[in-house]
């Protein structure tokens, strides 16, 4: 028995769509050998690129902190000294230190990361103009809804580079006074008098007072009498502080002798004497204290009095006749008397009597 064939024979494949596919694979490789060259290049490129710029920021990075840390060194070293707690705060130093390397090492791995990136792009022929000009505009807007933010961050710089003022200084900056326990870039704490802490931001001050920078001054004014003797109350005072001077801590805080400066103020009865001292910051109202303390306690050993703001009558002048107030004695008092009789009214004399007298 004989089997015919299948009437449906297995389909040709067609000539003309397997030279189009051979083509387009030739192509693709003669474009893919024609162009691999420029891609490795490019990757190579790129990951050197990307290498030097972690190698160099993490370089960069470590040179500012050893810088920090010597910064640091130098302030513990110059503590350690014979001025050190006078003229070196370690605590200012670390914080001040500290903000100026975080800034640097932020300002530098943005630089070094942010030209790494361009330079990427470029390599990979993008085109930067309408890239930049997003990031214009974005910063603009960034810069307009932030700009508070921007301020204090700027000021707060400029404030710890200039060194206006560090931690344990005594400041007045307008809108809070008080004891600086910390600064920071975008706001600096205050403790008040009261115990109280003030958070200021730095771009809200406008101007600073620093009363821990330099020296300060201790001033005192005595009021006394008119009549007492100028050349015994000048050294009555000066013997007092150059007591207080010899004392302790008083020998340390007062950075020059105790000074009569003269009258400031003369009435009749009362006048005014200055005394100044020019102290460590930050002591002058202690020194004040014990300064009045000590020449009211001189003054009152020598017997010279210390006025108020109301003069004082002399104690030679005799005092007043208590009865210099009273009344003179009148006849008037007596009602039986001759002058009370003659000033009481005429009695009317009674109707009755006066009928009888008409008849």
């Known amino acids: 028995m004989y089997w015919s064939a299948s009437p449906v024979a297995a389909a040709a494949p067609d000539p003309s769509s397997i030279s189009e596919a051979t083509e387009k694979a030739t192509d693709a490789a003669s474009w893919v050998q024609a162009n691999w060259q420029g891609w490795l290049n490019a990757g190579l490129r790129i990951i050197l690129i990307i290498v030097i710029a972690l190698v160099l920021r993490s370089l960069v990075r470590r040179a500012i902190t050893k810088f920090v840390e010597r910064m640091n060194r130098n302030a513990g070293a110059a503590r350690n000294g014979a001025l050190g707690g006078l003229l070196v705060n370690a605590e200012r130093r670390r914080q001040r230190s500290e903000a100026i390397g975080s800034v640097l090492r932020s300002v530098a791995s943005f630089v070094i990361l942010g030209t790494a990136a361009l330079t990427v792009l470029s390599v990979l022929n993008i085109?930067?103009?309408?890239?930049l000009a997003s990031a214009g505009v974005a910063g603009v807007a960034i810069g307009f809804g932030a700009r508070n933010l921007v301020t204090d961050f700027l000021s707060?710089?400029?404030m710890i580079l200039e060194d206006q003022y560090g931690v344990?200084?005594?400041?007045?900056?307008g809108v809070a006074s008080g004891e600086v326990i910390e600064v920071g870039l975008r706001v600096t704490k205050l403790r008040g008098a009261d115990g109280e802490i003030w958070y200021v931001r730095n771009g809200e001050v406008k101007r600073i007072g620093n009363l821990s920078q330099g020296w300060a001054t201790a001033s005192v004014d005595v009021q006394l009498r008119a009549s007492e003797d100028l050349v015994r109350v000048r050294e009555v005072i000066t013997q007092?502080?150059?007591?207080m001077a010899k004392s302790e801590p008083w020998n340390e805080r007062l950075w020059e002798p105790v000074e009569v400066l003269g009258l400031s103020e003369v009435f009749l009865e009362s006048m005014t004497i200055t005394v100044s001292a020019r102290t460590m910051p930050g002591k002058s109202f202690a020194v004040e204290r014990e300064l009045r303390w000590r020449i009211k306690k001189a003054l009152d050993a020598a017997g010279i009095r210390i006025v108020g703001n109301q003069p004082v009558p002399e104690d030679a002048e005799d005092a007043a006749d208590p009865s210099a107030g009273m009344a003179a004695p009148s006849a008037f008092n007596n009602p039986l008397s001759a002058q009370s009789v003659a000033s009481n009214p005429i009695t009317p004399p009674a109707q009755g009597s006066s009928t009888s007298l008409n008849k």
């Open 127 to 131: 085109n930067l103009a309408p890239l």
């Open 156 to 158: 707060g710089v400029f």
């Open 168 to 173: 344990g200084d005594t400041i007045d900056a």
């Open 240 to 243: 007092a502080g150059e007591e």
